[in-house]
């Protein structure tokens, strides 16, 4: 799998800088044990951060400024790194989906990136590139219908969309039959340290509650290549 992100993004944030995870793992309807880990997590982060401490998180920040370099408004098409961070600090209970896309939401919370989940079988080609969304392309994203996602940072396969900070496509969606995960943390922070380690995390997270290896880590910006 090659990763490459477009002059379009580079002009919009030249620092960002991109980790993603490929792995065989499986999935499984729920993990109790991961739950726990989760519960005792947002138990900690509640007694350190408040709503007000989105304003000084740098990975959430980043995004939204990106947004606006774009010309989208980071309010109106929040991007899923912020929605669960600020979901997690108003009490409200995280959204149980299944393991695979529970233990990237974890890592989401605790990095503040917005991660792409993606069943790697179901993408088409060798080539993911991060583009800009074009007014009247179409993209179905999960639960949401068609997302206008003129604008948004967008990975691109050889048939179309498959995912944005906002919303990945329902086309490459992790299922409870999935077993090959491409998982893709966004750092437009240009942190690469945090960045890394919130894949590592993911790795981790794999090996602790899916029955995975934890696959393989690449980075990638615009001058250097992904290759998993």
């Given at each position: 799998m090659h990763i490459h992100v477009s002059p379009e993004i580079h002009e919009a944030c030249p620092h960002?800088?991109?980790?993603?995870?490929?792995?065989?793992?499986?999935?499984?309807?729920?993990?109790?044990?991961l739950w726990q880990e989760i519960d005792r997590f947002l138990t900690s982060y509640r007694q350190r951060f408040t709503t007000e401490s989105i304003k000084e998180m740098p990975a959430i920040q980043a995004t939204r400024q990106t947004y606006k370099q774009l010309g989208k408004d980071p309010s109106r098409y929040r991007p899923s790194g912020e929605s669960l961070v600020r979901r997690a600090l108003q009490g409200k209970e995280l959204y149980q989906i299944d393991t695979a896309v529970d233990l990237i939401n974890l890592a989401s919370i605790a990095y503040g990136y917005s991660i792409g989940g993606f069943d790697a079988d179901k993408i088409a080609g060798d080539t993911l590139t991060l583009g800009v969304g074009c007014e009247g392309e179409p993209y179905e994203g999960i639960g949401r219908g068609q997302l206008n996602i003129s604008g948004l940072p967008v990975?691109?396969?050889?048939?179309?969309?498959?995912?944005?900070?906002?919303?990945?496509?329902?086309?490459?969606?992790?299922?409870?039959?999935?077993?090959r995960l491409l998982a893709i943390v966004n750092g437009y922070d240009g942190n690469r340290e945090q960045v890394i380690a919130c894949?590592?995390?993911?790795?981790?997270l794999l090996i602790q509650y899916a029955q995975s290896d934890g696959g393989r880590v690449a980075t990638f910006s615009f001058d250097e290549e992904g290759l998993l």
């Open positions: 960002f800088v991109g980790a993603a995870v490929l792995a065989e793992f499986r999935n499984s309807v729920r993990s109790e044990t990975y691109r396969d050889a048939t179309g969309g498959i995912g944005t900070p906002t919303s990945d496509h329902e086309r490459t969606k992790l299922e409870l039959q999935s077993h894949a590592n995390y993911i790795q981790q």
